[in-house]
């Protein structure tokens, strides 16, 4: 079974910079996989953030872009998101997903696309 393990979050002033971190136990293809990241927040829908193919490719939604960098250490089953000049704007609840099957980098950002979710690392920024 999949599991999926966030950390890295807290709290920050804006402009400042954190890594997020998420590692995927029980999966033995994880390098065959495309990952990503989603954030939350209150009384907001669940938007994606970042993803990686199998490949490497990578796609970033247009408020992140520039700012964010998305990586994964298949040797690690780790996926990390680095988070410089943050705004206030980026406070949610971050979490990385995993897709059932392995596949076409189509609409990489979509919340549907995946299956398998971890239980979210907390990201406050204040300004």
Not at 7 to 19: E, H, I, T
Request: hydrophobic residues 30%.
């Amino acid at each position: 079974q999949v599991q999926l393990v966030e950390s890295g979050g807290g709290s920050m002033q804006a402009g400042g910079s954190l890594r997020l971190s998420c590692v995927a136990s029980g999966d033995t293809y994880y390098s065959l996989y495309s990952m990503a990241w989603f954030r939350q927040a209150p009384g907001k829908e669940r938007e994606g953030v970042a993803a990686i193919g199998p490949d490497g490719r990578t796609a970033y939604t247009d408020s992140v872009e520039g700012r964010f960098t998305v990586s994964r250490d298949n040797a690690k089953n780790t996926l990390y998101l680095q988070m410089n000049s943050l705004k206030a704007e980026d406070t949610a609840l971050y979490y990385c997903a995993r897709p059932s099957y392995t596949g076409a980098w189509d609409e990489p950002l979509t919340a549907a696309r995946y299956f398998y979710w971890g239980q979210g690392t907390q990201v406050t920024v204040s300004s």
